[in-house]
C-alpha cells in the first residue's frame, strides 16, 4: 500500500469530526446498493475512492486500505455517507461474536480448510 | 459484476484476532490462510512518539501511524471472517481495543526461541480484554523443540486457556488453530444461550 501523502490534515475531511452515529467496527461490512457515478464524481479523492471500493462489499478496515484513510476518518466518512443512503451498514444477524450460531458456522466453515 | 442483489447485503462478517510479540509469525499465519494478499495498511494515527524520534526544524508536532495487517476468509455465501494481525509495539494499547472488539476470539502465537516477545499479548488477553484467546506455539521448523507442558510452565499460563501448536505457513495447519480459536470460545460461552458474555 503506498504511503498516503496528506496535503491537509486528515481529519479535514471530516469537518473535525472524530465521533460517528453508529458503532462501526473494523471488520462491520459496507457497500454501495445503488452506485452513483455523476455523485462520485463530486467527492473529494478519498471519499470517491471509499465510495468507488464500496460497489462490492467491503469491511471498514478494507475501506480504510484502499482509500488511504486512517480508520477514524473512514469511519466517520462511511458513517456520513450512510446517513444519506449512499452506503449501507450490514446489519449482523448475530446476537453477538458469541452467538453460538455463528460459531458454529466458523467451526464447521474451517473444518473445511483444515 | 452486477448491481447489488439481495444476496450481497445479506453478507455478514465475523472477526478473529491474531496476536503475539515481534516476529512470530502474524503475518506469515495469515497470509497463508487468507484467500486475498494480506493488506498492510497504515490504520490508526497517534501523537505517542518514542524519545528516539527526530522531529524536523519547524515542526512542532507530529503525528506517526500505525499499522496492522489483515486477511480475509469465506466460509459460506453469507459469512465472512476476517483475520487482524495485532501491531507488535506495546505502546499501542488504545489500537489493540479498536481491534478486538466485537472479536469472536483470539490466537496469541508465541515462538519458543523467544518467549518472551509474547508477554504483552499474553498479558493484555488475560487482564485487560474480556476476548477468549488460545495461545498457539508456532512451528517454524515444522517440530517442536520443548514440551508443551514446559512450554505452559514457562509461560505461566492458566490452565483453562488452550496451549496448541500451529505452522504458520501451512493453510490446513493455520485453519485447525482457529478453529481451536472457535472451539474454545464455544466452551467459553457455553451456558450463556445467546452468548451473554458480551465484547467491549
Not at chain 1, 60 to 89: F, H, I, K, N
Not at chain 2, 11 to 40: Q, Y
Not at chain 2, 98 to 125: E, I, K, P, Q, W
Amino acid at each position: 500500500m503506498a504511503t498516503t501523502h496528506w496535503k491537509v490534515r486528515p481529519y479535514v475531511l471530516t469537518g473535525g469530526r472524530t465521533r460517528t452515529r453508529q458503532p462501526l467496527l473494523i471488520h462491520t461490512l459496507v457497500s454501495a446498493p445503488s452506485y452513483d457515478a455523476v455523485f462520485a464524481a463530486s467527492l473529494l479523492p478519498e471519499t470517491r475512492s471509499l465510495y468507488e471500493n464500496a460497489r462490492e462489499v467491503k469491511s471498514v478496515a478494507e475501506l480504510s486500505a484502499c482509500s488511504g484513510m486512517p480508520l477514524g476518518v473512514t469511519r466517520v466518512v462511511v458513517d456520513d455517507l450512510v446517513a444519506t443512503d449512499r452506503l449501507v451498514v450490514h446489519v449482523d444477524p448475530y446476537s453477538s461474536p458469541f452467538d453460538f450460531r455463528l460459531l458454529e458456522r466458523l467451526r464447521d466453515g474451517l473444518r473445511q480448510l483444515a | 459484476m452486477a448491481s447489488a442483489s439481495s444476496p450481497d447485503t445479506m453478507l455478514t462478517s465475523a472477526k478473529i484476532v491474531i496476536a503475539g510479540g515481534f516476529g512470530v509469525g502474524k503475518t506469515t499465519c495469515v497470509g497463508s490462510i487468507s484467500e486475498i494478499p494480506p493488506i498492510n495498511t497504515e490504520a490508526w494515527m497517534t501523537a505517542a512518539s518514542e524519545p528516539v524520534d527526530r522531529l524536523d526544524p519547524g515542526i512542532d508536532k507530529t503525528t506517526t501511524t500505525v499499522a496492522m495487517d489483515f486477511g480475509r476468509l469465506t466460509i459460506g455465501q453469507d459469512l465472512v471472517l476476517y483475520l487482524f494481525g495485532t501491531p507488535g509495539q506495546a505502546r499501542f494499547w488504545p489500537m489493540w481495543d479498536d481491534l478486538c472488539r466485537g472479536a469472536v476470539g483470539a490466537l496469541v502465537l508465541c515462538d519458543t526461541r523467544h518467549l518472551d516477545a509474547s508477554f504483552a499479548a499474553m498479558n493484555y488477553f488475560e487482564q485487560d480484554s474480556d476476548v477468549p484467546f488460545v495461545v498457539c506455539v508456532n512451528l517454524f521448523d515444522g517440530v517442536l523443540t520443548h514440551d508443551l507442558e514446559e512450554i505452559r510452565e514457562a509461560l505461566a499460563l492458566s490452565p483453562d486457556i488452550p496451549l496448541i501448536t500451529c505452522d504458520a505457513r501451512d493453510p490446513s495447519s493455520v485453519a485447525r488453530a482457529l478453529m481451536a480459536v472457535v472451539e474454545h470460545t464455544m466452551r467459553r460461552t457455553a451456558g450463556s444461550a445467546t452468548g451473554a458474555l458480551t465484547a467491549r
